[in-house]
């Protein structure tokens, strides 16, 4: 199982970004997706999340910007961020909590990061 992210690159603050990752191999199940992102010296944040089902949940930090959808047929996960922010410049990783066929066991995958540069 692979994660695949794309959709980052360089905006001006008060514009809009759509991020994407892609699970790819074979899944058994796909459940909960979530997005974090971590500014160089500082932890990993995690800024939303979504359940199988559709349950969302966000970082106050994030709250009434970025949204987080998911395609369970295209095993996708987004995030569409508006009304950016030069402190939300980070690299944006996503995770995804999979059990894959013959196993018991969810087990994480993460996606290779992508840039989110914002500008004032």
């Known amino acids: 199982v692979q994660l695949q992210a794309s959709g980052g690159g360089l905006v001006q603050a008060g514009g809009s970004l759509r991020l994407s990752c892609t699970a790819s191999?074979?899944?058994?199940?796909?459940?909960?997706m979530t997005w974090y992102r971590q500014i160089p010296g500082n932890q990993r944040e995690l800024i939303a999340s979504?359940?199988?089902?559709?349950?969302?949940n966000y970082a106050d930090s994030v709250k009434d910007r970025f949204t987080i959808s998911r395609d369970n047929a295209k095993t996708t996960v987004y995030l569409q961020m508006n009304s950016l922010k030069p402190e939300d410049t980070a690299v944006y990783y996503c995770?995804?909590?999979?059990?894959?066929?013959?196993?018991?066991?969810?087990?994480?995958?993460w996606g290779q990061g992508t840039l989110v540069t914002v500008s004032s």
């Open positions: 979504i359940t199988k089902g559709g349950n969302t």
């Open positions: 995770r995804a909590d999979i059990v894959r066929p013959g196993s018991g066991n969810t087990r994480e995958y």
């Open positions: 191999g074979t899944i058994f199940s796909l459940n909960a």
